[in-house]
């Protein structure tokens, strides 16, 4: 399946300043039931966000109506833990299209790539700016250029690139996904599996 | 430039079909294990494509997520978990995959059932939506977990596209002490490393410790790999491991098992290879471990106290936050702590061996009268061998009960949930907030710290039951 286009996304963004946010808190495993992707939004980091009888725990800054925004900003290691895909989606169902940390897990990074949601790893030094500058204005915008392969701090110009792969950039930039891309070369991998033992 | 290989790298290279420049790699998958809770999406995805599974006969599926542990033989109550369970029966028949659920046989978690029918072979690439998947590694195959959009990749291409990760060799030399199992080493290393040590790393395990060890042993530290960050652990094939592999189900004979020899016995890594990043520990350095914390790199030997903020790496906040979740002090001693529930189980400790170790420590006391203890074997084959060598006797004697193989509370997905606020000993694999059923308490720990908090009903020291039964 294809997935939106990523170019240039300006927004406010929605900080989370804890170290190793895991999949588990994400997205808790007794909201994996479902067989289709739909509706995780609604379970985004549910433990931190309702009360056991369902109500919003008031602290938690998904319910601060102050902060919103389509870029989720996490502390260092985010998303480790498991490969629930569901993970990824519940952060792009909720709304968000890029997550900033200084570090990400791998598989929930791949996982991130593969859904078009874009995960920008910074400077531990740039993660603190962001989260000042957040401080600061709760609605202070960032721009997050693809094309460019750079986060902007907008209300003071600072910027840092990020890295990401030359392919994956490009499947984000035009929406497409590696089954595009694997579809495409099936002749090549038949004929290696021909040779296969196994 | 050093042309001598490491024994990831010959695994990885040969099973490259494509090499994408600045891009990642088209790897072929030798063979996929599929589940109930994270293919249904990807299945949806190859039939809204209008396309097959390309190669059906390499792919395996099992039910275990949200199996329930109690009475197997009736209908799932839960409708979402049933549903979940008829949706994997119903893709696996239309695609003409195995398919091994509730009640069957060769039925138990994915990464039990995987080696125990000789699925899993040395030299292999295997991937699995779950990121324990690792575990494969064991044998010396490259084994890792995958999100459902790579599951689908492989339902319709047999491939995955992936950047080829750093290479790390972690060295444990000497023997261990008396009491400290491959669960403690692994645990241990994670506690050394952190969560994010070896992220963007594959590891190979080496030295005399994971030598001598059994493959049942290979396979938890294997398992625990994820744990550290990295993206998967080998081990290079010896002769422990082609004994195993020999004369399973899926395993090769006759000619095809002679050319795979000669491919297996291709594989260590040569005397002199390069690898990104090098560790080496000593066993003597090891005791029981125990978890204190909220991840799994939050360890410590059994006998010590929980660090100060100030001593760890990372935020101090964070860790205040983990320690108060914990409801623990800095500087407590673990020793003592009560606990409510101790879980036997999961693809880290689930296999006969566990079950062994956790027996020979019960035996001839009685579990503790605060204790419930959960003891899920990690597939049907695990309980027939516990019933076939006796254990299950014992345990019962001792006041334990067994209950049907699944993941059961190491993701709690089922019934099977550790209160709020309650202490489980656990020999699964993530201590997680709520990962044990939300706001339970997760100590992770071997079999033998779980039998010696089983009887004692609080964090004991193992080896002091032990020293009873040798004075
Ligand atoms: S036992 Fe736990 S870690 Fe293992 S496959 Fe099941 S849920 Fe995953």
């Known amino acids: ?198 | 430039m050093n042309t001598k290989k490491t024994l990831f790298d010959k695994v990885w290279d040969s099973h490259v079909v494509q090499h994408i420049e600045n891009g990642p790699d088209v790897l072929f998958i030798d063979r996929h294990m599929v589940h109930e809770v994270t293919s249904p999406v990807a299945f949806l995805g190859i039939k809204n494509r209008g396309i097959k599974v390309l190669h059906p006969e390499k792919t395996f599926a099992t039910a275990d997520h949200n199996t329930p542990t109690i009475n197997q033989h009736l209908p799932v109550e839960d409708p979402l978990s049933a549903n979940q369970l008829r949706m994997l029966e119903e893709n696996s028949n239309e695609f003409g995959i195995s398919y091994w659920g509730l009640g069957h046989e060769k039925n138990g978690i994915v990464h039990v059932v995987g080696p125990e029918y000789g699925i899993t072979q040395p030299g292999a690439t295997i991937v699995c939506g779950d990121s324990h998947t690792s575990t494969h590694g064991a044998f010396g195959a490259i084994a890792f977990g995958i999100g459902t959009s790579e599951v689908e990749m492989v339902l319709a291409t047999q491939c995955i596209m992936q950047t080829k990760p750093k290479s790390m060799r972690i060295n444990v030399e000497g023997s261990l002490n008396k009491g400290v199992t491959p669960k403690d080493v692994a645990l241990y290393i994670i506690s050394q490393l952190t969560t994010s040590g070896a992220t963007g790393y594959f590891v190979e395990y080496a030295g005399q410790v994971f030598r001598d060890m059994t493959m049942e042993g290979r396979m938890t530290v294997c398992n625990l790999s994820i744990e550290m960050g990295a993206r998967g652990g080998m081990i290079a094939p010896d002769e422990k491991t082609f004994e195993y592999v020999k004369g399973r189900e899926f395993t090769p004979t006759g000619e095809a098992w002679d050319k795979a020899m000669a491919y297996w016995k291709s594989l260590p890594t040569e005397e002199g290879a390069e690898f990104d990043k090098e560790i080496t520990f000593n066993a003597a350095d090891i005791e029981p471990m125990i978890t204190y914390g909220t991840n799994p790199g939050m360890g410590i030997g059994i006998t010590h106290g929980i660090p100060q903020a100030e001593a760890v790496e990372g935020g101090v906040a964070t860790y205040k936050k983990s320690l108060q979740y914990m409801n623990f002090s800095e500087g407590d001693s673990m020793m003592g702590k009560p606990i409510d529930f101790v879980f036997l189980g999961s693809c880290t400790n689930g296999r006969i061996e566990d079950f062994r170790l956790f027996t020979s420590l019960v035996k001839g006391r009685q579990k503790a009268p605060n204790v419930t203890a959960w003891l899920v074997p990690g597939s049907h084959r695990v309980e027939k061998a516990i019933k076939d060598e006796g254990l299950l006797s014992i345990l019962n004697e001792a006041g334990f009960e067994l209950r049907e193989p699944g993941c059961s509370a190491c993701l709690a997905m089922n019934d099977d949930k550790v209160p709020a606020g309650k202490y489980a000993v656990s020999t699964s694999n993530r201590n997680f907030e709520g990962r044990q059923g939300p706001g339970s308490r997760t100590l992770l720990a071997s079999p033998l710290v779980a039998a010696a908090a089983a009887v004692t009903g609080k964090v004991t020291d193992p080896r002091d039951l032990m020293e009873l039964e040798t004075a």
């Open chain 1, 1 to 198: 399946m294809a997935y939106d286009k990523f170019n240039i996304l300006k927004s406010s963004a929605v900080p989370l300043p804890i170290e190793n946010v895991d999949t588990d808190q994400i997205i808790p495993a007794r909201f994996l039931k479902a067989t289709e992707r739909k509706g995780f939004g609604d379970n985004l980091f549910r433990d931190w966000r309702y009360n056991s009888d369902g109500t919003e725990k008031k602290d938690f800054v998904l319910n601060n109506p102050t902060y919103s925004g389509r870029i989720l900003v996490g502390g260092k290691n985010f998303g480790s833990g498991s490969s629930r895909e569901h993970a990824a989606w519940a952060v792009y169902d909720y709304g968000f299209r890029c997550v900033v940390s200084s570090f990400f897990a791998d598989i929930f990074r791949n996982n991130c790539l593969n859904i078009g949601v874009l995960p920008v790893q910074v400077s531990a030094e740039f993660l603190d700016k962001i989260f000042k500058a957040i401080e600061a204005d709760p609605k202070a915008s960032f721009e997050v250029s693809l094309p460019e392969q750079t986060i902007t701090i907008e209300s003071t110009g600072e910027s840092e690139s990020f890295d990401i792969n030359a392919y994956k950039k490009a499947n984000m930039l035009n929406g497409f996904d590696d089954i595009d891309y694997l579809l495409n070369i099936q002749d090549e991998i038949k004929e290696f599996a021909a040779d296969r033992p196994l």
